[in-house]
């Protein structure tokens, strides 16, 4: 039998991304998303539930989160899950899940950032690459 191991959430980091490195070199960095779901509740009374999720980035795109990243900001997480477990210092056994992340896309804060925002580097950018936004375009340049 097939399986399938994929995970997408839209949420707001809950703290800032904590940056560390492995003895290897790789930078790891550590987050926490909120992801707001939106339930039905009894007549217009609607529900609001939020999920809490722990992300970890790698090698460069770790660097980037940690670099452009902040507790509020909104982004697009795409990864897997993986069962972390470990004893505690109290010698109890804990367990949790993680989203190992394959790709994080910073998304728009939307109309507090005034309108067009030049977007941030993807976690598919290179350092030093510059991003290029088109010319803002007037209601008179548009052709129809």
């Known amino acids: 039998m097939a399986s399938l191991n994929r995970v997408f959430l839209l949420g707001n980091l809950t703290r800032d991304p ?8 790789t930078a790891i960095a550590r987050f926490g998303l909120a992801v707001n779901t939106q339930r039905a509740g009894q007549g217009d009374d609607r529900k609001e539930e939020v999920c809490f999720v722990d992300i970890v980035a790698f090698g460069r795109q770790a660097e980037t989160a940690s ?33 190992i992340a394959d790709r994080i896309q910073f998304m728009s804060r ?10 941030a580097p993807t976690s598919s950018s290179r350092a030093g690459d510059e991003l290029e936004m088109p010319p803002a375009f007037e209601d008179d340049d548009i052709p129809f």
């Open 67 to 99: 670099e452009y990243l902040s507790k509020g900001r909104p982004v697009l997480v795409e990864g897997r899950l993986q069962w972390q477990s470990w004893e505690g210092k109290d010698g109890q056994r804990r367990s949790k899940h993680e989203v």
């Open 110 to 119: 939307g109309r507090e950032d005034g309108g067009m925002e030049r977007p």
């Open 18 to 25: 904590e940056l560390r490195y492995a003895p290897n070199g």
